[in-house]
């Protein structure tokens, strides 16, 4: 499964990221998505969701709201990520995941599919 994010860097204090995720039409067509973000010494914490596959509704954490905009280009089967108003806290290796659910002998199966990462550097 292929998850490919591109866009990180250095930010500038009170700057934006603008993060993609590109993908496969088969992620892209079934599976829900997320951005997730790592800062050194934490654990991965989520950024937020977009049900791709159902009504393209975002869910996004409270350490985020009002900063964040998670959008799709579904021609293309990519994943976007906009962080507004950055401070330090940002700093962090940012990924993209999706969540897909397939049916196997009766049973739904869940896997989830992790990005390589980018890190954003904000100063």
């Known amino acids: 499964v292929q998850l490919v994010e591109s866009g990180g860097g250095t930010v500038k204090t009170g700057g934006s990221l603008n993060l993609s995720c590109e993908t496969t039409?088969?992620?892209?067509?079934?599976?829900?998505m997320a951005w997730y973000r790592q800062k050194e010494g934490e654990n991965r914490e989520l950024i937020g969701t977009?049900?791709?596959?159902?009504?393209?509704?975002?869910f996004y954490a409270d350490s985020v709201k009002g900063r964040a905009t998670i959008s799709q280009d579904k021609t293309n089967n990519i994943l976007y990520l906009r962080l507004s108003n950055l401070t330090a806290e940002d700093t962090a290796v940012y990924y993209c995941?999706?969540?897909?659910?397939?049916?196997?002998?009766?049973?739904?199966?869940?896997?989830?599919?992790w990005g390589q990462g980018t890190q954003v550097t904000v100063s």
């Open positions: 039409r088969d992620i892209f067509s079934r599976c829900g």
């Open positions: 995941q999706a969540t897909c659910h397939t049916v196997q002998g009766g049973n739904r199966i869940e896997n989830n599919y």
């Open positions: 977009m049900a791709i596959t159902i009504d393209g509704a975002t």
